[in-house]
């Protein structure tokens, strides 16, 4: 490993860039080696963690998925009894999902009551309700995706909501369900919002949320 990295080093002069990205110790306050409280410090890197997770999960669950109203319940279950960890994975993608929802909220709380939203952080509060309504848009849209009834008639609640939405809302609904009826194009429009636009939109902001922090570096205590 050190001479692999010895190799790339020489050519590509990484040590600066590495310095830069890992040198910043962890100030006590936030620190749950040296202070106890500082738990509430970890819910972000929590929360990345399960994204991760979901990243890694959904990626095996789409080999097998096939996103049409003839297979796509079929190939959850499928992968639910016949293939190798396949429940193991869906069942840590549906929880996972409710878990990453549960962390950043708790992120947000933990920054709300620390003023950590407060100048010079104001944007990176911004870009954090972005990540926050990211998430739930991972959350909406993979509802539907196991097609069974639960997913059919929630999703079919949920876009009657998004017509509500004042001047663009039946747009919007009708973009999303790709007509009138629910049916191939939602579930492919649902599918194809899950596995490529969303995680692209979650990357540049997370990218954006990061950068603002190691700038900015953790906020002080109280
Ligand atoms: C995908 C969701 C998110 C991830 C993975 C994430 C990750 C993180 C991480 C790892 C930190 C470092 C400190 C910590 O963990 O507490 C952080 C800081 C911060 N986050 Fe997030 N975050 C997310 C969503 C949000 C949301 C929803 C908000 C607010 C609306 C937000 C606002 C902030 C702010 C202002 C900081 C700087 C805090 C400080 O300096 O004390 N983040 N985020």
Request: proline content about 5%; charged content about 10%; hydrophobic content about 55%.
């Amino acid at each position: 490993m050190g001479r692999i990295y010895q190799f790339l080093d020489e050519r590509l002069n990484l040590t600066p860039l590495l310095r830069d990205i890992t040198d910043h110790p962890v100030p006590d306050h936030a620190n749950v080696l040296k202070t106890r409280s500082a738990f509430i410090y970890c819910f972000g890197g929590i929360a990345f963690f399960i994204i991760l997770l979901q990243a890694l999960s959904g990626v095996f669950l789409m080999l097998y998925y096939s996103p049409t109203p003839e297979d796509a319940h079929a190939s959850v279950t499928y992968i639910q009894n016949e293939t190798a960890f396949g429940a193991l994975l869906q069942g840590l993608h549906r929880v996972g999902a409710s878990a990453a929802v549960i962390m950043v909220l708790l992120h947000m709380l933990r920054v709300f009551f620390t003023g950590s939203y407060k100048n010079p952080r104001e944007l990176n509060w911004v870009v954090g309700v972005f990540l926050l309504l990211i998430v739930l848009a991972f959350g909406f849209t993979g509802y539907l995706l196991p097609w069974d009834q639960k997913a059919y008639w929630a999703t079919t609640v949920g876009l009657n909501m998004v017509a509500n939405v004042p001047l663009i809302g039946d747009f919007l609904a009708s973009a999303l369900r790709g007509g009138n009826e629910m049916g191939t194009l939602t579930l492919l429009r649902f599918f194809v919002i899950h596995v490529m636009f969303l995680p692209a939109l979650l990357a540049i902001f997370l990218a954006a949320h990061f950068f603002m922090l190691r700038r900015q570096g953790i906020s002080r205590p109280l």
